[in-house]
């Protein structure tokens, strides 16, 4: 396709997306060029030989390659470590070596054991191949600290030398998305760690386990866990010296709660409670605790493409547009298949990053801002390689503006709505507004507020280091809800998000259409991309007005 053709195939392919691809013969061209383009990625990155691109593993090493292949045809200028596509990514993995054991012993030194499978789930420590803790127990009820709301949980407790023992999630009065920044293991031992406690347990509430049964959380506690290494050799976590030591069952809490002050049916009440915080007390017993965790060392690639900006002085500025490479590689068998070959998840949100980068590159149209093209790794394994690289960027921090992350669009069914997660939070959003309306798509609000998507994918990791972000999904419209609950029924996370779905290659090329309209219009704005005024996120990370 000449240079010249692709900013007049924008607008025609945003009249083909609501007015049918016969539309216009030209246009309809074009955007089977973008979806057989897809197609090609993407069967390519989810065919079995990549054994489904685990972090660390040869099968994800196979799809970097091929994604820094793909970048250097496009004639992307390398974005990684000393003049190539790879930004090396040091990580750890960490898998629970045993059981452990955990025994509560009262006043009087009576010892009550807790089964394991039954009364917890035991802990895994990344920086400690050996964790033994033994120390009184302080229920500091969800152990939220939120100044906006006057509330401290640690309020006339102290907690030194002891072991917090919090409830999992957040006050239910509080907004979603400050539910799920409170109701962060990583928020909660934080705040443990800062008040000098020496470990952490999370018990959950019925309402927990009527969602999620524990018996099914047991089936998977030999799973592994990642993180990156530090320049000094060890994990990354954000509070070493309060290791999670256990996850405590309905039935362990009332082993944990006996004798307490408050009886432990009156405590879930309250914290299920929007006018009621429940009550904190220090525990009658001390809890000695020990495991083993297994650890070792993994590397891995993030890869890193940019499109130097056009405008002398807003060329320093870097939209970055962002997509996990990774998927979970080789599990158990269903139905006899063992590959998780990951092609909506996010086989699709790899491709159309790059094909993005395609219409960037072929467009006259040269965008003002820079471009970073980042696909990472060990996103399927706690967004590691994203939070890798937004604290160890390969260009200044200061200068990342935005990031627009892709992750699992759902390309069964012809879209026409799509969810911007985190929109609303920053200048992104009326940008956002802009690109939808011009393809004749609407900007729905989040029909799964409790489910709080903001903070679980990578574009969260540059959340925390004060970048406004955004999350694109299909809408729900035009039997989009369907079709979103039935692939997490069906295929989520299972050999099944294979290639052997209903894949609309059409729907993916609408999709990074919507995708380049939306950096286009951040690339080019005249103001600098920004929090809105008193946003939470843009407060609780240091760069809201």
Known sequence: MSLGKVMAAACALAMVATQGWSADPSAAAEAQTSADNIKAHVTFLASDLLEGREAGSRGYDIAAAYVASQMAQLGLKPGGDNGTYFQHVPMVAFQAADQGSFVLRDSAGKATPL?????????????????????????????????????????????????????????????????????????????????????????????????YPFANSARGWKSWGMSWRTTAGAAFAVAPGVPALASISVKGAEKLFAGAPVDLKRITKMAESKSQAPPRFVLPTTLEASFATTIKPVESSNVVGLIEGSDPVLRDQVVVLSAHLDHLGIGAPVKGDTINNGALDNAAGSAITLEVARMFMASDHKPKRTILFLLDTGEEKGLVGSEYFARNPTVPLASIVADVDLDMPILTYDFTDVIAFGAERSSIGPAARRAAAGMGLKLSP??????????????????????????????????????????????????????????????????????????????????????????????????AP
């Open 115 to 211: 089964v394991f499978g039954e009364d917890y789930l035991v802990g895994r420590n990344p920086v400690a191949a050996s964790t033994s803790v033994a120390a009184p127990l302080v229920f500091v009820g969800f152990g939220v600290v939120a100044p906006e709301h006057r509330r401290d949980d640690y309020a006339g407790l102290d907690v030194k030398g002891k072991i917090v023992v919090a409830l999992s999630g957040a006050p239910s009065a509080y907004q979603t998305e400050e539910r799920a920044y409170y109701s962060s293991g990583r928020t909660k031992r934080s705040l443990a760690e800062a008040r000098g406690a020496v470990g952490f347990i999370q018990v959950n509430t019925p309402g927990d386990e009527k969602l």
């Open 446 to 543: 989040d029909p799964m507020p409790e489910e709080g998507l903001f903070t679980r994918s990578d574009h969260y990791r540059f959340v925390e280091v004060g970048v406004p972000a955004v999350f694109f999904m299909t809408g729900f419209a035009n039997g989009g809800e369907k079709e979103f609950r039935t692939f997490l029924a069906e295929r989520y996370h299972k050999p099944s998000d294979d290639l052997n779905q209903p894949i609309s290659w059409l729907a993916g090329a609408k999709f990074a259409r919507l995708n380049y309209e939306v950096t286009r219009e951040l690339t080019d704005m005249a103001e600098r991309p920004a929090w809105n005024k008193g946003d939470f996120f843009g407060v609780k990370y240091g760069r």
